[in-house]
T-cell receptor, first 113, second 109 residues
Framework: DTGVSQNPRHKITKRGQNVTFRCDPISEHNRLYWYRQTLGQGPEFLTYFQNEAQLEKSRLLSDRFSAERPKGSFSTLEIQRTEQGDSAMYLC???????????FGSGTRLTVV | TQLLEQSPQFLSIQEGENLTVYCNSSSVFSSLQWYRQEPGEGPVLLVT?????EVKKLKRLTFQFGDARKDSSLHITAAQPGDTGLYLC?????????FGTGTSLTVIP
């Protein structure tokens, strides 16, 4: 197992376009999290899955954001009608239980021009 | 609203110096973790502390969880350039961790 994998690593898109990111967690981890991080700040929670169920969703996640985790394996995060304020690093993390902490992927850096 | 405040926000020191980073909150956490993040990469877990007053050591790094489980500190002895990075504390409540504002450390050779 090579850890948490995120694709793409970088994405540049024009304002108004839709983008989709993918996260492949560690296979035995049933919890999967999405966070957003802007430069020099700590990650902000977006959403959390346990297996295929989306159990929590932050108020930061507007109607333009949607996340899925079909079959409890990989997850996708889609942003519709991107805005410049969406520019950030999008981090995915997985864990077996919260106590043991997260294993993060390397993130997807989104730039909206 | 940031549940966890870290101080200082930026720290630049010479190799060999000691430093302490603080993580404070008005909330009580079930556990608290420290992560280190390098530019362009995701955070990497350093330690988890669970019990109030707990002290854990990881080579030159010493982590302490406050007695009331609301705050924590990270002390680095004889800092090295390889310690450079963004240090993040994260407190567990419910099913997730809330991250602090981060401390950006630069160790100058």
């Amino acid at each position: 197992d090579t850890g948490v994998s995120q694709n793409p690593r970088h994405k540049i898109t024009k304002r108004g376009q839709n983008v989709t990111f993918r996260c492949d967690p560690i296979s035995e981890h049933n919890r999967l999290y999405w966070y957003r991080q802007t430069l020099g700040q700590g990650p902000e929670f977006l959403t959390y899955f346990q297996n295929e169920a989306q159990l929590e969703k932050s108020r930061l996640l507007s109607d333009r954001f949607s996340a899925e985790r079909p079959k409890g394996s990989f997850s996708t995060l889609e942003i519709q009608r991107t805005e410049q304020g969406d520019s950030a690093m999008y981090l995915c993390a997985s864990s077996q239980t919260a106590f043991y902490g997260y294993t993060f992927g390397s993130g997807t850096r989104l730039t909206v021009v | 609203t940031q549940l966890l405040e870290q101080s200082p926000q930026f720290l630049s020191i010479q190799e060999g110096e000691n430093l302490t980073v603080y993580c404070n909150s008005s909330s009580v956490f079930s556990s608290l973790q420290w992560y280190r993040q390098e530019p362009g990469e995701g955070p990497v877990l350093l330690v988890t502390v669970v019990t109030g007053g707990e002290v854990k050591k990881l080579k030159r790094l010493t982590f302490q969880f406050g007695d009331a489980r609301k705050d924590s500190s990270l002390h680095i002895t004889a800092a090295q350039p390889g310690d450079t990075g963004l240090y993040l504390c994260a407190g567990e409540t419910g099913n997730q961790f809330y991250f602090g504002t981060g401390t950006s450390l630069t160790v100058i050779p």
